[in-house]
């Protein structure tokens, strides 16, 4: 596949997220969690193929600072989601392809994820689709 899978998720965020359990998988927040349902339905309904959650993505490896005996962690955005949609289905192409998704459910726009969202474009030609799910 063209994305890796990684994990890793907190009782609860600085933006006081709730973490949610559905169907044995934890997700951060119950945004996150309702957007991973929309998902699964796309999927299962051929729209959308290789559905992934909390994939890893190094934007910067590690280094070892001058006078340190140690690397120093390297810089990584962790997507939401991934997948691979037919080339028409949001962006308008006629080519019957699949294209890959790096997906972020958002609720705020931190002043890092403005930098790693930036770098995910620079560096990696990656743009990040930011989506909320439908409410109700």
Request: charged residues 30%.
């Given at each position: 596949?063209?994305?890796?899978?990684a994990?890793?998720?907190?009782?609860?965020?600085?933006?006081?997220?709730?973490?949610?359990?559905?169907?044995?998988?934890?997700?951060?927040?119950?945004?996150?969690?309702?957007?991973?349902?929309?998902?699964?339905?796309?999927?299962?309904?051929?729209?959308?193929?290789?559905?992934?959650?909390?994939?890893r993505?190094?934007?910067?490896?590690?280094?070892?600072?001058?006078?340190?005996?140690?690397?120093?962690?390297?810089?990584?955005?962790?997507?939401?989601?991934?997948?691979?949609?037919?080339?028409?289905?949001?962006?308008?192409?006629?080519?019957?392809?699949?294209?890959?998704?790096?997906?972020?459910?958002?609720?705020?726009?931190?002043?890092?994820?403005?930098?790693?969202?930036?770098?995910?474009?620079?560096?990696?030609?990656?743009?990040?689709?930011?989506?909320?799910?439908?409410?109700?």
């Amino acid at each position: 596949g063209k994305f890796g899978a990684a994990s890793g998720s907190g009782s609860r965020s600085k933006f006081q997220n709730v973490q949610t359990t559905v169907d044995g998988i934890k997700f951060p927040s119950q945004m996150e969690a309702r957007r991973h349902s929309e998902l699964l339905l796309l999927e299962r309904a051929g729209e959308i193929r290789s559905l992934k959650l909390q994939v890893r993505f190094e934007l910067l490896p590690p280094v070892r600072l001058k006078g340190s005996k140690r690397l120093s962690t390297g810089v990584d955005y962790v997507a939401d989601f991934t997948y691979e949609e037919r080339a028409g289905r949001i962006r308008r192409h006629t080519d019957p392809e699949w294209m890959p998704v790096v997906e972020d459910c958002k609720g705020a726009h931190t002043d890092v994820y403005k930098l790693k969202r930036h770098m995910m474009k620079a560096l990696l030609g990656l743009d990040i689709l930011e989506t909320q799910p439908r409410k109700g």
